[in-house]
Structures are given as structure tokens and as C-alpha cells.
């Protein structure tokens, strides 16, 4: 896929900044550079529109969004994101399917949520979930540190008669589980690299809770929960610069019509709801959202799942407040959260989502699994233990895998991969999005200067005008407004509302049992409108339709 730029690293925040100014100034009728705010560290999160200005005003198109590094480590998809937009300006002159998709849409890209926490977890040893700052502050413990000065953050064992843990014995770089009858022999507890706050109270050890623990993807306002029940939460929904400038330009851009929302890792494609059970939403939408889904798994090769019947941990306590939910109960905007790259499905052992505990076992297998697929394929990301001095343990070692470019994000050469398949489920996901048209204008004349026009007012998207029957429910669809102007009207409306045009995802379409296939009844996808007018043979008359998620449309034509 031709792009201007190189997906083979990841951007800080100063190369991201270069590269989107650069692209600003070579396409500026096609590119459109806002900052969405200001994080507390002074960068910008940045918003990037792409529309043909000479097409129409942004408002005015189907409008789609797309974000990531809502989570601060999961820089794969600010790259993805960056990689979309490169390559939709990139090829507009020579691609006559990326032109009519500019020229007829809107794009809203925020390629990074969280610029302070991506830019701390790109510059640092440190993992990060959303942002480094302070909101649980907690005395004592083992407190992740870099101790021999190589950027990385790895394992760290000490050995201990107390030890969980021994040397696997067909292989003493590996670690294995120590066996109830082992009661003598060397055995080791195994922490993240890192120093000894004192603490009060037992003289066992413990890790020290994150101190960065907001999680913005929990401080959306839908299903929000208060800390402790939701950790990460935050003090109220929005509490977040962040998350607040989304929310607020969501609600200022009525045209979004879908969302794709960047994370990782883990190979889904994860789709609402995710606080109640798929069959106690619409079917309809159930149908739809499947169907955007089987997109992304042919394009990103990734499992699409249900995010509360398949993916999370508890239905009794959901992990609720993400954007993706805000979006689609509230908005009705269907809305794709991509968890990019799989290294377990790589490494041959793949996640079984969906069953509640996993036996420790597996896991560990999987983990040694992981460990050799990266010493075969980025053995740059991973350290044979090596010993090391110091203050707190005594002599220990130190070793294994980076984890932010291995587990969390892919290693860099495997990072354009992701990118394409991303950018291309984007291009798809675009053309579902409603688009209205006007069909079949016609008029007669009924007497002298009376005449009867008839016009067909359509929707040729597969999404409804509506989006979602959620949108319905919820009052967050409008209407589809058609105007007549140029003529007296005796019958008939000046300004007609259609309460929805269905996409042709309502149509309803069957398989018999002797193999043929059929079109049961169509959708409600159009809808004639007549009037009666007054006027001269000759006279203009203009038919105007328009509707936010759809776009507009006219007709002009002579009586």
C-alpha cells in the first residue's frame, strides 16, 4: 500500500506533530488540522479532518471516526490510525475509490488520546495504562525501576528457600512452577525489575499498586462506575481533559455515522454491548454489527467477539465506562473497539476468550511458547538472565522479554502489517455509512399552471439514516428533511420529514432448502413523496434532502 511516510517505528510526539503538519501543508484543501485540547503537559491532541472542501462542508457528508492510544502503551494504534490518514491523502489523486470516498465523506482521526502517557511510555522504562498522573497514591512495596540502565523494565528473580518458583529443568532459561512434593533444591520468587519502598506490616513482599492508575477508557459516561468497584475510573465520568474533548466533539458532529477505536493487543475485533447480553439488544442491530464485524476479520484476520457475551471476565461486574459503549447506546453509532496484534496466536498458543479462568498451567505453557517465538523472530526484545547487584535483594537476575514491544505492541518490523490490515477495514467499514440520494423526479402538468411532482427519496447506504434501532429508542436518530422550493404549493408540505430510510442491511434475503436464493421483501429504503404545485412551464424548481449521518442531495429540474 503506497504511503508518504515509513511504518516501521514508532512515532514520539514530536515526529508525530512533524508529520501531520507536513501532510496539513502539502493537502490543504483535503486536510484540516485542529487540536482537540491541551493535555496538562502542554501537547496537543490533535484532530485531523479529511473532506474535499470543494465537495461541500464537513457537516454536510457522512461523517466516521477514528482513534487510538486511548491506553498509553497500546502505540500501535496511533500508528494505525496515522497510517489511515496517510494513505487515504496519499492516494486521492490516483485511486478513484479513496477519491470519492474523500470527496463524498468526512474522516475524524484522533491518531493519539493520551499524548503525555504515550510520550512517558515511549521515553521511559515504564508502562503506562492511560496517563502518568497521580491518582492512587499507596506507601511501600517492590516499585517497578529500570536497575541495570537499559530502557527496560524485564523480570527480576531472587532466589529464596520461600521460592514459588524453580528453573525448568529441561531448560534453565525457562521458569517453572515448583511442584507440591518439591522440598528441597534451589527455588526463586519472580518480580518485575525494581526497588524496596518501605512499607509497614508484614515482612513478606509486595508489589506496590500503580500509582498512573486512571484508565480513560473506564471515564466514559455510559455505565461509569466509582473506584473501587471500577479501578481506573476516575472521580466522576469525563474527569479526564481527554476523555471530556472526545465526548464534546462527538456531540458537535452529528454526522458521525461509525467509530473504529484502536487498541491492543490480543487479535479481536470487539463490537457492542458491553454492559448486558447481545440478545437483550435489538437483533437488527445484532445483524448489522455481525456484519461490519465479518469485514474485520477478513481484513485483520482477527476474531470478532461480543464484548459482554464473549470477552469480558465477570457479567456481574463488567468492565463498563468505554468509549465504544458511549457511542453506540447513547449515539447509536456502531462502534469497533480493534485490540491489534496477537502474539499468543503467533507463538501457536492462542487465547480461548470467553471461559472465565484459565488453569495456570496453560498460561505458563503459553508463556514459554511466547519466549521462543521471540527468540526466533525479534530476539532483540528478549535478555538470558544475567546477574546483577543491588542495594535492596542483594545479587539477583535480571532477564527476559520487553514487554511493551513484544506482548503489548508488535516488534517494529512486524508493525506495517497491522497498519495495512487496519487501514483497509477502515476504507470498508467507510462505505457502509447511509447516503442519501433523490431518484425518479418527474412532474405533469394536471391544468393551466397546476402540476403534479413526484420525487423517490433514497437512502443507498447499508446503514439505516438511523443507524442503529438503538439510535431509535434512544431519540438520538433525526429525521430526513426534503425541501421544495421554486413553486407555490397547494398540496403538500414546503419542508416533509422521513422518520427513517433503511439501509439495505434491513432487506431481508433467504436461502431455500433446494439451494436457490431469494430477496423476501425488500427494505424501507425509499419513499416517494408527491406535491401539488402552482407554476409556469419553464419555471426551476428545486428538491432538497438532507439528514446528519447521511449527507445531502438535490435535484433541479424544469416544469
Same mark, same amino acid.
Given at each position: ?138 506507601? +511501600?512495596?517492590?516499585? /517497578?525501576?529500570?536497575? #541495570? =540502565?537499559? %530502557? ?5 528473580? $531472587?532466589? @529464596? ?61 455510559? +455505565?461509569?462506575?466509582? /473506584?473501587?468497584?471500577? #479501578? =481506573?475510573? %476516575? ?5 479526564? $481533559?481527554? @476523555? ?316
Amino acid at each position: 500500500m503506497k504511503t508518504t511516510f515509513e511504518y516501521d517505528h514508532y512515532y514520539d510526539y514530536e515526529e508525530l506533530s512533524e508529520k501531520l503538519h507536513f501532510l496539513n501543508e502539502k493537502y490543504p484543501d483535503l486536510m484540516e488540522l485542529q487540536v482537540n485540547c491541551v493535555s496538562e503537559e502542554e501537547r496537543n491532541q490533535y484532530l485531523i479532518i479529511l473532506t474535499n472542501r470543494k465537495t461541500g462542508d464537513m457537516l454536510d457528508k457522512p461523517g466516521f471516526y477514528i482513534d487510538g492510544n486511548i491506553h498509553a502503551g497500546e502505540v500501535t494504534a496511533s500508528m494505525c490510525v496515522m497510517h489511515t490518514i496517510d494513505y487515504l491523502l496519499t492516494n486521492y489523486e490516483d485511486d478513484d475509490e479513496i477519491r470519492k470516498i474523500i470527496d463524498e465523506m468526512t474522516i475524524y482521526c484522533i491518531p493519539r488520546v493520551s499524548p503525555d502517557g504515550a510520550e512517558t511510555y515511549l521515553k521511559t522504562p515504564y508502562s503506562i495504562r492511560s496517563v502518568n498522573r497521580v491518582s492512587k497514591k499507596e506507601k +511501600g512495596g517492590l516499585k /517497578e525501576e529500570d536497575l #541495570d =540502565g537499559d %530502557g527496560i523494565i524485564r523480570m527480576m528473580r $531472587i532466589k @529464596t528457600p520461600y521460592g514459588a518458583w524453580k528453573k525448568d529443568p529441561k531448560d534453565e532459561e525457562l521458569m517453572t512452577l515448583r511442584d507440591p512434593s518439591d522440598s528441597s533444591g534451589e527455588f526463586y520468587d519472580i518480580y518485575p525489575e525494581g526497588i524496596l519502598e518501605e512499607y509497614e506490616g508484614s515482612e513478606n513482599l509486595k508489589l506496590k499498586k500503580e500509582e498512573w492508575n486512571l484508565d480513560f477508557n473506564r471515564n466514559f459516561p455510559y +455505565g461509569w462506575h466509582p /473506584e473501587p468497584r471500577q #479501578d =481506573g475510573a %476516575g472521580v466522576y465520568p469525563l474527569s479526564n $481533559i481527554e @476523555t471530556k474533548a472526545i465526548v464534546d466533539f462527538v456531540l458537535s458532529h452529528d454526522n458521525i455515522g461509525g467509530a473504529a477505536i484502536g487498541h491492543t493487543s490480543g487479535g479481536l475485533l470487539l463490537y457492542p454491548p458491553g454492559t448486558k447480553a447481545s440478545d437483550k439488544a435489538f437483533e437488527e442491530d445484532i445483524k448489522v454489527l455481525k456484519a461490519i464485524a465479518r469485514m474485520g476479520e477478513e481484513e485483520l484476520g482477527y476474531k470478532a467477539l461480543n464484548i459482554f457475551d464473549n470477552y469480558v471476565q465477570s457479567q456481574e461486574n463488567v468492565d463498563s465506562g468505554a468509549l465504544d459503549d458511549w457511542m453506540f447506546e447513547t449515539q447509536g453509532i456502531p462502534a469497533y473497539t480493534m485490540e491489534f496484534w496477537d502474539l499468543a496466536s503467533k507463538a501457536g498458543m492462542p487465547y480461548k476468550w470467553g471461559q472465565k479462568e484459565e488453569d495456570p498451567y496453560d498460561s505458563l505453557k503459553r508463556y514459554e511458547a511466547v519466549l521462543k517465538w521471540v527468540k526466533e523472530n525479534a530476539p532483540e526484545y528478549y535478555l538470558s538472565w544475567k546477574k546483577h547487584v543491588t542495594e535492596d535483594f542483594g545479587e539477583v537476575e535480571l532477564g527476559g522479554l520487553n514487554y511493551k514491544f513484544t506482548n503489548q505492541n508488535p516488534p517494529e518490523k512486524f508493525l506495517l502489517k497491522e497498519c495495512e490490515a487496519d487501514t483497509r477495514f477502515n476504507i470498508r467499514f467507510m462505505k457502509a455509512m447511509p447516503k442519501l440520494s433523490i431518484d425518479e423526479v418527474s412532474s405533469k402538468q394536471i391544468s393551466d399552471e397546476i402540476y403534479q411532482i413526484e420525487a423517490i427519496i433514497g437512502n443507498r447506504g447499508y446503514l439505516s439514516t438511523a443507524l442503529t434501532r438503538t439510535g431509535l429508542a434512544n431519540k438520538a436518530a433525526k429525521p430526513v428533511k426534503v425541501q421544495i422550493e421554486g413553486c407555490e404549493i397547494i398540496q403538500g408540505k414546503k419542508e416533509t420529514e422521513i422518520e427513517e430510510l433503511q439501509g439495505y442491511s434491513s432487506t431481508l434475503t433467504g436461502v431455500y432448502n433446494y439451494g436457490n436464493i431469494a430477496t423476501i421483501h425488500n427494505a424501507s429504503a425509499r419513499k416517494k413523496l408527491t406535491w401539488i404545485v402552482k407554476g409556469k412551464t419553464g419555471d426551476q424548481i428545486r428538491i432538497f434532502a438532507c439528514q446528519a449521518k447521511a449527507g445531502k442531495a438535490e435535484k433541479i429540474f424544469t416544469l
